[in-house]
């Protein structure tokens, strides 16, 4: 994802998980760098069905650099994930500023 326009979301579609394992949270990782002047920050997103839940607003620099959040819940229902819930998530990140 390369942009300059502040609330810009890029969202991903995820392969399925196999074996229908114990689904205890979801955990996002955006690894990101700025390329330009001015401070940059941003934060994954999550979309479950029609809700989105957002991580934690990080600012960026001009190295790589991995940011996580772990989500507990489904934004969606407010309750534990399902698997058919995680299978059919869409995750991604936003330029905050």
Same mark, same amino acid.
């Given at each position: ?13 995820l392969s399925p998980v196999a ?14 760098r700025q390329d330009d002047s ?5 934060? *994954?997103?999550?979309?479950? #069905?029609?809700?989105?839940?957002? +991580? /934690? !607003? ?14 507990? *819940?489904?934004?969606?229902? #407010?309750?534990?994930?399902?698997? +058919? /819930? !995680?299978?059919?998530l869409q995750v991604g990140a936003?330029?905050?500023?």
């Open positions: 994802m390369s942009c300059a326009t502040p609330s810009d979301i890029d969202l991903y579609t074996n229908s394992p114990l689904i205890l949270a979801v955990q996002s990782i955006v690894v990101a001015g401070q940059r920050q941003i934060k *994954s997103v999550i979309k479950s #069905g029609t809700a989105q839940a957002t +991580g /934690a !607003v990080v600012n960026t620099n001009g190295s790589y650099a991995g940011h996580s959040d772990i989500f507990v *819940s489904d934004p969606n229902t #407010g309750s534990s994930w399902t698997y +058919g /819930a !995680v299978n059919a936003e330029l905050v500023t």
